[in-house]
């Protein structure tokens, strides 16, 4: 599969040079040139990095960077800066900010090329197949069985599902849910939500009015959390939710 990566630059001549060479080097690119819906173009292509210019004439790239981290969707996106400012204090600020890298212009292509790649080599091989208990997704095939029957989805609740399995135990708000899922572009209340957990809980649930998988927390949103999972937390977790590469 090939990696989709979003440039935020404001510079032409660099924007069309990186764009160049990294599509030559066979990934996906798409951008802006200003950082005016520079985290919804994110949200919406969901990339695989993000390459960010930090002096952008109309934003803060520094501001960007935390919109990133703090996006459900989007926190764990590496995110490599691209900037002037060369002071061991603005490296230490963008570091802290979360970014994976930070290149200082001018620099040479190739060098950036190579921290891209190394970022790739340092994520880990998605699960193909995500298990709990008898509940089996298959991201590669997008199809989902229970107990070995497979199970009519669609890919809303699919997306939704998938999105829950891979965040075992952690609780998401109907707007973080609608945001990963649905994305920024929508006509939708948060309620939308309510009636796709209740559809999903009808189809992989042996009691949908006593979720064992789907959880609702009163409040706040959902959880997705196999009933092992209650007793000791993460180490379980592990056990349950695996991964077939």
Known sequence: MNKRIVLIEDDTDLYALLKYNLEKEGFTMEGSQTGRGALDLCRRVKPDLILLDIMLPDSDGLDICKGIRNDVALAHTPVIFL???ASE???????ELGANDYIVK?????ELIARIKLQFRAQPTPARVLKAGTLELDRSGCQVKLAGEPIALTATEFRLLEYLMTRPGIVFSREQLLNAVWGQDRAITDRTVD????????????????????????????SFQPPATTASGAE???ELISAVA
Do not use: C
Not at 195 to 218: F, G, M, N
């Open 89 to 95: 204090t603005d490296r230490i600020v963008g570091l």
């Open 195 to 222: 009636v796709y957990i209740l559809r999903l809980r009808q189809k992989i649930e042996k009691d949908s009015t006593a979720p064992l998988l789907i959880h609702s927390v009163r409040g706040f949103g959902y």
């Open 106 to 110: 001018p620099f040479f292509v190739r």
């Open 236 to 238: 379980q977790q592990s």
């Open 83 to 85: 900037t002037a400012r």
